[in-house]
């Protein structure tokens, strides 16, 4: 019984699979690290716009918190509200420590 088997291309065949499916793995890895990078980079970007849009609310209510338009003032009240309370609550812990 005569078999048509040949090793070596058998061997070469697999190698260029092998090979290929590597250099799959290896771009869907470089693929992923870049997104990873660039997803990184975004999550910065919005950490400096949430810091700013805060920062631009402190300077407002700071400037105008006492007086603001019509549209801040129930976010200022808000603000003026917990600041308030904050007070309050120092005051107690302060009588509780008896300071």
């Known amino acids: 019984m005569e ?9 070469n065949k697999l190698s260029e699979t092998i090979s290929q499916k590597g250099k799959e793995v290896s771009d869907k890895a470089k693929e992923l690290a870049e997104v990873t990078n660039l997803k990184s980079q975004i999550r910065t970007c919005e950490d400096v716009i949430k810091k ?35 007070e309050e609550l120092e005051e107690k812990i302060n009588n509780i420590k008896g300071v």
């Open 52 to 86: 700013n849009y805060a920062e631009i609310g402190k300077l407002y209510y700071e400037q105008r918190g006492q007086e603001p338009d019509d549209i801040y003032e129930e976010c200022c009240r808000a603000i003026t509200n917990a600041k308030t309370a904050v």
């Open 3 to 11: 078999t048509n088997f040949d090793g070596r291309k058998f061997v």
